[in-house]
Nanobody, 116 residues
């Protein structure tokens, strides 16, 4: 069984920064892509960004230049560094890991609120 545990959400003022972490544990042979989605109240879930096992990243246009995804393969952990946060970044953020032979698994979600 595989578990993804997220941490790092919270309340931050506009222009501030937060760093989210997501650690995968359990019966993991290897992890392919890892990434982040978010869902704001009343809106559809949207992809924030993704990072391949080789470190190639792709971002949504709305976060390019402000957010950075990285990963530590030895720790099965993916990170989301969020800078220059805006109120419209307020959402529940979910990580995912595409695990070999097991498919995509999701974290429980962590709330990020950007407000003064």
């Amino acid at each position: 069984q595989v578990q993804l545990v997220e941490s790092g959400g919270g309340l931050v003022q506009p222009g501030g920064s937060l760093r989210l972490s997501c650690a995968a544990s359990g019966s993991i042979f290897s992890i392919n892509a890892m990434g982040w989605y978010r869902q704001a109240p009343g809106k559809q879930r949207e992809g924030v960004g993704i990072i391949t096992s080789g470190g190639t990243t792709t971002y949504a246009d709305s976060v390019k230049g402000r957010f950075t995804i990285s990963r530590d393969n030895a720790k099965n952990t993916v990170y989301l560094q969020m800078n220059s946060l805006k109120p419209e970044d307020t959402a529940v953020y979910y990580c995912h890991a595409d695990i070999s032979r097991l498919g995509r698994h999701w974290g429980q979600g962590t709330q990020v609120t950007v407000s003064s």
